[in-house]
């Protein structure tokens, strides 16, 4: 029976000192993943990339992935110190905004967001649309640290399935978004607007050049052929052995070639044009109308 429709959670222990606890929580209905990031010490925490759940059928928000990461912050005695995310998602919207209004801890994610912005306020025709300066506490830079309890997060520019995307590394443990996917499915698709094979290519080698014993832990899975659960941690060494698209010995040209050909088959996610709207914003729907309810503008025969 598969459980990729089920929202799994499962406890990445910390290995030792200086060691994260991770949560992975996997959202069924878009393959993401949740984490959960704690000083096993302290009991201080991180979330990153939460979820608020959306219908594209009906365009229904509803809570039930961030009610179900906040209750296992609460079951752990967790305080949570930052609302993190990794890159303004395509595929789900994020939960950010909801999340600082309701715990209180400052939100943050990486610092060309105000290009991503730039980008897509011309796709919306919404000229004045997006601040990401008013919506976000901090806009992260390649090289910046905060501390989380004892344990010390770095922030590493890793492009190109967006052009702002950022990985966090904490101890033995990197969250690594849409770079990587699990080693039998390969890596994320790089066809976004702003988006490179070739500059992804040297992201994925920065990742794969830290410690072999370094925990992997990827924005999605989507199960693959003779997998019908959801897994989402591997090892630098695991990727390396036996990662589909970049495992040791592969060549830059074959990588970009069959990344560049497998994209040209992908159709956007049937939730891009809603949520990146509401992500540029942290999660914040726009202001509502004079009946009460916001509304969202998709621009028709643009992709």
Known sequence: MSE????IVRLSASTGP??????????????????????????????????????PASFALSERSMEQVLGLVEKHDLHVEWVLDTHPHADHVMASAR??????????????VREIADLWRDYYNTPEAFDPDRDFDRLFE??????????????????DH?????????????????????????????????GSADDLWYSLQD?????KETRLVVGHDYGAEGRDTPEW??????????????????DK?????KREARDTTLALPDRMLAALQINLRAGRLPEAENDGAHYLKIPLNKF
């Open 99 to 112: 999340l600082k209004e309701r715990i209180g801890a400052p939100n943050a994610i990486g610092e060309k």
């Open 162 to 194: 967006t052009l702002g995307s950022i990985t966090y590394l904490c101890g033995d443990a990197a969250f690594v978004h849409d770079t990587l996917m699990q080693p039998d499915s390969g890596t994320a698709r790089a066809d976004f607007p702003g």
């Open 253 to 257: 040209r074959d990588y970009i070639e």
């Open 4 to 7: 990729l429709n089920d929202p």
């Open 18 to 55: 200086d060691s994260p606890d991770v949560w992975g929580i996997y959202e069924p209905d878009t393959g993401s993943i949740q984490y959960i990031c704690a000083d096993p010490a302290t009991k201080k925490a991180v979330l990153i990339d939460v979820v608020l759940n959306f219908d």
């Open 233 to 250: 941690e591997a090892t630098v060494a695991e990727h390396k052995a036996r990662n589909v698209h970049v495992k040791d010995g592969t």
């Open 142 to 159: 390649d090289g910046d640290t905060f501390r989380v309890g004892d344990l010390e997060l770095r922030v590493t520019l890793s492009p």
């Open 207 to 211: 990742i794969l050049s830290l410690p």
